[in-house]
């Protein structure tokens, strides 16, 4: 089958790679009809690539039909519908039950110190061949994939696997209170939807983001913008009566644009040969960290900073003096998906489309065509904001 595979920094090629089987009897293959790149890809891409394997199938935002299950299955049967969560996670053990479907105990990347396994994301989650290709192998199949109808298009339900949920974490960790202020670092998808579902749950969201046509897709939603810059605190808080706002949801990441330190460290470990490299992620501070730093410099005193972009240094520095003293709260963590997508499940299907999940692919296209589109995700050229990947080609 065709895949896309990692091969080095900034560098991935689609190859023809043996169909997936099954492994375990609650296994199901599933024969993937979209599948998304995510920003959380362009790390592999760029940073975490010394946790990459030459080959490595990429990707962790699938759906499609169900190809084949295994002997234990009894959940889902050929020719089913379903949403593949990034999320590896068995559903019974001592986490899931408690809602922490990301920190599975059974599927714990004990070997790398991490939580949950996850599709095509590296040494540090297991290694587990991703959903950008043809057919993807699902573990715990009567647990992760999400059943959906066959009316409406992938568009429409695509986006539970991974963006959506983890926007309406942002948010629900965010803690905004009734009345209040949210501010989203980063509108891009992860943030474009933070700052939609702040607005749907009644609150007043403000949107930071450097890219103009990004700023431009979260005004249609009624978002207020401004652009990333030095001032941006100081933006934020004349904009809120001098106080900042209450809660922020940072959806930059460690690749924040303005960070020349934290970019330094992540080019320096970019020549590193891959060991070293790994142990400079492991102890050193590698994340550019403007979007961070600026977050805790505006949020009011007492208020909430959710982090639902990804860090990934060890040491990286902190303003401790300032979080302790405007005595503020911090959640953060990959989301857990099963979490949530029985709650959004309706949202997405309503016929009005409230949080506008057709609005915000830019680009479908066939799966030979994932190269460019990861250079101009990452790049942010040719209006690129969400692709979708057809591995079955563009009619399906
Ligand atoms: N927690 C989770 O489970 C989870 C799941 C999916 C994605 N993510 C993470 O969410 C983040 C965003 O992902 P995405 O898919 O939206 O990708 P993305 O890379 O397109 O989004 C990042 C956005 O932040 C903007 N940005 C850069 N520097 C900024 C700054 N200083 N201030 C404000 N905005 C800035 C960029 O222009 C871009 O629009 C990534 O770090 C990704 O890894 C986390
Ligand atoms: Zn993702
Ligand atoms: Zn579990």
Redesign the pocket.
Known sequence: MKAVTWQGKRNVSVENVPDPTIQEPTDAIIRVTSTA???????LYEVLGPFMNKGDVLGHEPMGIVEEVGAGVTNLKVGDRVVVP??ISCGYCFMCKRGLQ?QCETTQVHSAGSGCAIYGYSELYGSVPGGQAAFLRVPFADYGPVKVGSELPDERYLYLS??L??AW??VQYADVPEGGVLAV?????????AARIGKYLGHRVIG????AE?REMAKRHGVETID?SKD?AEELRSMTGGRGPDSIV??????????PVGAFAQHAVGILPDKLAQKVMETGGTD?L??LH?AIDAVRRGGTVS?????GGTASPMPLLTMFDKQLQFR????N?RRWTDELLPIVEEPSDPLGVTDLMTHEVSIDEAPAAYKN??K?TDGT??VVLKPQGLTV
């Open positions: 790149i995510c920003g959380s890809d362009l790390h990034f999320n990301s991974d963006i949920p983890t974490q942002g670092y980063g509108l891009g998808p992860v943030g474009q939807f930071v983001e450097p890219v990004r990333f941006t940072d959806a930059a990441g460690m690749e924040a644009h303005g960070s550019r403007s979007a600026s982090l639902s972009g990804v860090y953060m963590g990959q989301c998906v995700f990452q942010k904001i969400k």
